[in-house]
């Protein structure tokens, strides 16, 4: 098993920037990707960008350019640094994992921090 911790949501200011962190633990070895989803009220669920061992990166299109992923030394945390938020980036942001090289296969999730951007 996988359990994901995340930390770093929090209320900021358009054009503001916020990092998100999250922390892996359990059977780590194992893990192959790892990723931020968001859901934003009364919308679907939606990755925002993965990470692979393999090196694969890729985002969302609404956040390329601003947002970028990357992963500790020890492979047990993800990051995600979100500069020139924008109010549409609200939403909260859950952390995934898998074991498999694709995210959306056998994910595990984390409980998801809150993140606000006022206008």
């Known amino acids: 098993q996988v359990q994901l911790v995340e930390s770093g949501g929090g209320l900021v200011q358009a054009g503001g920037s916020l990092r998100l962190s999250c922390a892996a633990s359990?059977?780590?070895?194992?893990?192959?990707?790892m990723g931020w989803y968001r859901q934003a009220p009364g919308k679907q669920r939606e990755l925002v960008a993965v990470?692979?061992?393999?090196?694969?990166?890729n985002y969302l299109d609404s956040v390329k350019g601003r947002f970028t992923i990357s992963r500790g030394n020890a492979k047990n945390m993800v990051y995600l640094q979100m500069n020139s938020l924008k109010p549409e980036d609200t939403a909260v942001y859950y952390c995934?994992?898998?074991?498999?090289?694709?995210?959306?296969?056998?994910?595990?999730w984390g409980q998801g921090t809150q993140v606000t951007v006022s206008s």
């Open positions: 359990g059977t780590i070895f194992s893990i192959n990707a």
């Open positions: 990470i692979t061992n393999s090196g694969y990166i």
């Open positions: 995934a994992a898998s074991k498999t090289g694709t995210i959306t296969i056998n994910t595990y």
